[in-house]
């Protein structure tokens, strides 16, 4: 291994004095990482959803007021944002003027219409250009519409089975119901797992994604020097074939151990990106540079030149990276889309930092390092045999 370490710590100077290698895996992934945290970052993980809605309420009866209530709880948990108006004129004023997206209008009387089992309306008013807002709004106030007819109902049907009160005591029982505690409340439970901040993200994103063209430089040396001629001098000297291909691994395998190092540590300081239990990192880290390696080194073991291994690898790695949720997260919702996109290492990078970074022990890690671990396997050893194979041509 002597050999192999000493053509690794040559191509490793030579990488270095050219700072091709640096640019590719440091400079250009941190570069666009903080890019797109700039521009989506609080459309990933914005911890409100910076949604305005007013309530008019003109009916203001327990029942009507428990809206408010529902809201109000809504509100202190920092989802949406509400503003109570005294009528719909100003209301209407407000969502003109963009102070608010949409409001719901409690008419007066649905009090009494929902006592006496009545039909009642309930009207939401919104922005044409706050949909979303709109929506939202929709949403509440149809739940809780529907909520008042599914207590008329059981109401209704206790009567018809006489098994419920008096129909003259129904308005006194319903108002009574109406004044109790709410039978709700909101509690934040931290998970041990979820899914990546923006910052992180975006990060951990676009490491893993230049990875695959920054360990290319090692596996692309063994044709660079095949074409030049230096190959067949190495060869002609008492240097095994292994120790020839081994060297160009190590060599890749260096190179993208720094370049994930060195992104780590920079946007944990400069985008408070948080990264997991710092072993399993490491463990990720490792066996995502050895898939890396793996399918870098296939690739290059069947291309016939230094820079058709280098656009072969450039294709697959793009593709890869897309597939893998390096750039935005995709497959929820499709159960084909997310089944296919385990089939790249990216992927379950990506989920290995899910599971750890949220505050789980680093043995979280372990299923998707385990995956990451096959992919190295399976592929190096084809690319090992393959690049002996063509040393002997």
Same mark, same amino acid.
Do not use: K, N, Q
């Given at each position: 291994m002597s050999a192999a370490t000493r053509i690794a710590g040559k191509d490793l100077k030579l990488r270095l004095r050219d700072r091709s290698a640096f640019i590719l895996g440091v400079v250009t992934p941190l570069a666009l990482s903080y890019i797109f945290y700039l521009v989506f970052g609080n459309a990933f993980v914005s911890e409100s959803l910076d949604v305005e809605i007013g309530l008019v309420d003109l009916d203001n009866t327990e029942i009507s007021q428990s809206l408010g209530e529902v809201l109000g709880a809504i509100e202190d948990q920092g989802i949406i944002g509400v503003t109570t108006f005294d009528d719909a004129g100003s209301a209407e004023a407000g969502v003109e003027d963009g102070?608010?997206?949409?409001?719901?209008?409690l008419g007066a009387g649905l009090g009494d219409a929902a006592l006496a089992g009545s039909p009642f309306t309930i009207e939401v008013v919104g922005d044409i250009d706050s949909p979303t807002t709109t929506q939202?709004? &929709?949403?509440?106030?149809?739940?809780?519409?529907?909520?008042?007819?599914r207590a008329q109902l059981s109401v209704s049907t206790a009567i018809g089975l006489g098994e419920g009160p008096?129909?003259?005591e129904v308005v006194n029982w319903g108002s009574e119901a109406a004044q109790r505690p709410g039978a709700f409340t909101f509690v934040d439970v931290s998970a041990e797992t979820r899914q990546l901040d923006a910052s992180t993200f975006f990060a951990a994103g676009m490491a893993v994604?230049?990875?695959f063209f920054t360990v290319q430089f090692g596996v692309i040396g063994l044709l660079e020097e095949e074409q030049n001629g230096t190959l067949s001098r190495l060869l002609a000297a008492p240097i095994g074939r292994t120790s020839v291909v081994a060297g160009k691994g190590i060599i890749s395998f260096a190179l993208g151990i720094i370049s994930?190092?060195?992104?780590i540590?920079?946007?944990?300081?400069?985008?408070?990106?948080?990264?997991?239990?710092p072993l399993g990192v490491a463990l990720l880290v490792v066996t995502g540079v050895l898939s890396a390696c793996a399918i870098m080194g296939l690739i290059a073991s069947f291309a016939k030149t230094p820079e058709g291994a280098g656009n072969l690898g450039a294709i697959v790695a793009v593709v890869l990276g897309m597939l893998g949720g390096t750039f935005f997260p995709i497959g929820q919702g499709n159960a084909f889309l997310s089944r296919l996109t385990l089939l790249t290492p990216h992927a379950w990078f990506m989920?290995?930092?899910? &599971?750890?970074?949220?505050?789980? &022990?680093?043995?979280?890690a372990l299923p998707a390092a385990a995956a990451l671990l096959l992919f190295s396997v399976v592929f190096g050893s084809v690319a090992w045999v393959l690049l002996q194979r063509r040393l002997t041509r």
């Open positions: 102070e608010i997206g949409a409001f719901i209008l939202i709004a &929709d949403s509440i106030a149809s739940e809780f519409g529907s909520g008042i007819g008096p129909p003259a994604f230049f990875l994930m190092t060195v992104l540590v920079a946007t944990h300081f400069l985008m408070e990106a948080r990264w997991g239990p989920r290995g930092l899910s &599971d750890i970074s949220g505050g789980a &022990d680093w043995t979280a």
